[in-house]
Nanobody, 122 residues
């Protein structure tokens, strides 16, 4: 069982930056693929970024070059550094975890945090 708690959301102007963090419980954090997903108002939840236990990374095209995912296995945390934020990045951001291979498909993620709101004003 893994429990995930996100932090770091907030209100920022377009062009600004935020850093999201996700703290995970459990002693086997290093074995999990960690992902970030987001859900904008009136839209379905979508993949943002993911990082495997070995450090392989995937991003959705819309955030490439702006967002950076990283993990610290010693601290059981995964972070999402978000730069050059745009109003269309406004969403609730969720941290998720799964075992096995890295995937962008949210249905394969077993554990989810409660989400943190990110609002980007124009």
């Amino acid at each position: 069982q893994v429990q995930l708690v996100e932090s770091g959301g907030g209100l920022v102007q377009a062009g600004g930056s935020l850093r999201l963090s996700c703290a995970a419980s459990g002693r086997t954090f290093s074995n999990y693929v960690m992902g970030w997903f987001r859900q904008a108002p009136g839209k379905e939840r979508e993949f943002v970024a993911a990082i495997s236990h070995s450090g392989s990374i995937k991003y959705t095209d819309s955030v490439k070059g702006r967002f950076t995912i990283s993990r610290d296995n010693a601290k059981n945390t995964v972070s999402l550094q978000m730069n050059s934020l745009k109003p269309e990045d406004t969403a609730v951001y969720y941290c998720a975890a799964k075992t096995g291979i890295l995937t962008t498909r949210q249905s394969f993620y077993d554990y989810w945090g409660q989400g943190t709101q990110v609002t980007v004003s124009s």
